[in-house]
């Protein structure tokens, strides 16, 4: 594909970002992340020039009702430019959180577990860690929404050490691990100082990990987006 091709493209296919960042719009934590509309349409249209670059338009549907039929770009390009928006709100979140527990560290002298919790709760776990009193009130959506942002992160936790593993879940609770609810210090047999150590190279290595990883060529998606 020319430049001049792929240029218009982008150009006849700039309606698919708005409606994704509309609907990515709609979730909390990238709201609080990326700030503005604007910057997540920015970021979408990031997300349409990777896909302009990757598609191609031999590739035929694996499966569903257009199965065999050659998939169409708007299709391919609504499913990057979401992941696009999604894993780009995820990683702004994860480095703005040791300066966030930093700050909060001089003006409160709060338990390290209360700390790193309430800071992240600032970014974008309120959005996917639900109190059992307030599940009944969530809607369908919420629910995928929120099974799709801790997809996301289980997949680059996996690949931290287990040390590195725990103490994160321990530390940011994350639904589904029983860790320690006293001294993970004792229990890991380090000091609290090194604790802390690392859980701020587990959330750098998080962060690296989210920022450098590639977007998945989805091709089994249905035609009719």
């Known amino acids: 594909m020319n430049a001049k091709d792929r240029e218009k493209l982008i150009m006849d296919n700039t309606g698919v970002v708005g409606i994704v960042a509309k609907k990515a719009w709609g979730l909390n934590y990238v709201r609080k992340s990326l700030g503005t509309f604007e910057d997540a349409f920015q970021i979408g249209m990031v997300g ?11 590739r035929l549907v694996q499966k569903g009702p257009t199965k065999g039929k050659p998939v169409k770009f708007g299709s391919y390009a609504g499913i990057t430019v979401w992941n696009e928006i999604t894993r780009t709100a995820i990683s702004n979140s994860i480095i703005a959180l ?26 974008y776990i309120e959005d996917v860690q639900i109190d059992p009193r307030d ?38 609770h994350f639904p589904g691990f029983k860790g320690p609810g006293c001294d993970l210090s004792a229990d890991l047999g380090i000091t609290r100082q090194r604790v802390q150590q690392v859980k701020c190279e587990a959330i750098l290595k998080l962060k690296k990990s989210l920022e450098s990883s590639l977007i998945e060529e989805l091709y089994c998606i249905n035609a009719n987006y």
């Open 48 to 58: 349409l020039c990777k896909a302009a670059d990757k598609f191609d338009p031999t």
């Open 98 to 123: 040791p300066e966030i527990i930093a700050k909060k560290k001089k003006n409160a002298n709060l338990k390290y577990e209360e700390l790193a919790k309430k800071a992240l709760s600032t970014r």
């Open 135 to 172: 599940r009944r009130s969530l809607s369908v959506p919420d629910k995928i929404h929120n099974r799709e942002v801790f997809s996301i992160l289980n997949e680059h936790i996996s690949k931290l050490d287990d040390r590195q593993q725990r103490v994160i879940k321990t530390y940011f």
